[in-house]
């Protein structure tokens, strides 16, 4: 079961029958976006006190993930400023990559550098807790 679940993000365009890209640019997509599940756990572990806290991260995170679909409908220009949430900037480089737009490179690349900075004051707020 965890070897479908892990090629499900790959598989995924496939099965819906969304014009499919290059096995390579797919793998690199869905690498992407794979810090945010340490990122979600690190939130999680820093920021909520109790379980009832840890529910409403999750519950938000939930309505956080809303901002990819959301964004489809923004117009264009106005899409940009959804980057704060760098998934978001993920799936805007696999949409210009499906419409063939060399501007994929700068949104991955934007995306990528903001889940790293984020994954790195994550951790070093855990420490900073966890030591205390």
Do not use: C, H
């Amino acid at each position: 079961m965890v070897f479908g679940v892990g090629l499900f993000p790959l598989l995924e365009p496939l099965l819906v029958g969304v014009e499919p890209l290059g096995w390579g640019m797919r793998l690199l997509l869905v690498l992407g976006v794979a810090p945010v599940a340490p990122i979600t756990t690190l939130l999680l572990a820093t920021f909520a006190a109790n379980k009832v806290q840890g529910l409403a991260f999750t519950k938000f995170g939930g309505v956080a993930g809303l901002t990819i679909l959301i964004g489809w409908f923004v117009p264009l220009p106005w899409q940009w400023a959804l980057g704060v949430f760098p998934p978001f900037l993920i799936a805007k480089a696999y949409w210009l990559a499906l419409a063939g737009d060399l501007l994929w490179i700068a949104a991955y690349a934007l995306g990528v550098l903001l889940e790293l900075l984020a994954l790195s004051w994550l951790l070093r707020r855990f420490r900073e807790n966890a030591a205390r």
